[in-house]
């Protein structure tokens, strides 16, 4: 399994979510993660803006992935929204993003944190994947295709 997988209850993601910009994705998430695992949304929130304020999450061809350290989580939670219709974000190429997995991880997580923030990347590399999780139907589909998705082996 993935690290994202791991990390990623099905519960946690949602598609066709009705958020017309950066701040109403984030308060989604929010409200998501105070939902479903008791963590404020204030917190949550804050702590995507607070990161958010170093530079865009937005990774371009129609993908962020926003998150933050969370003081008292015990281990890295994630989320995936898929906006109804895309959202401007300061990509680098400019595109709105539609697909955003959301991270958070516990405020002394750095090695763990890099680790799994380097796989979602390698993840939405994949063109062919990254288009699938842009157009599946419905939430079971985005979550079965992160579950099947597999890293590629390092030769170390």
Request: net charge negative; no cysteine; hydrophobic share 45%.
């Amino acid at each position: 399994m993935n690290r994202l997988a791991a990390i990623l209850p099905a519960a946690n993601v949602l598609v066709g979510v009705e958020a017309t910009s950066k701040k109403r994705a984030f308060e989604h998430a929010g409200l998501l993660f105070e939902n479903q695992h008791s963590i404020a949304r204030a917190t949550v929130t804050d702590n995507l803006f607070a990161r958010e304020r170093l530079g865009s999450t937005g990774l371009g061809h129609g993908v962020a992935v926003p998150h933050g350290r969370v003081k008292g989580l015990k281990n890295p939670l994630a989320a995936v929204l898929r906006v109804e219709n895309p959202i401007p974000f300061d990509a680098p190429d400019d595109e709105p993003v539609s697909l955003l997995i959301f991270l958070l991880v516990p405020e002394a997580a750095t090695q763990r944190h890099l680790e799994i923030l380097s796989e979602i990347a390698e993840l939405l590399s994949d063109r062919e994947l990254r288009e699938k999780l842009k157009a599946s139907p419905d939430a079971a589909e985005v979550h079965r295709l992160i579950e099947g998705w597999e890293p590629l082996k390092s030769v170390a």
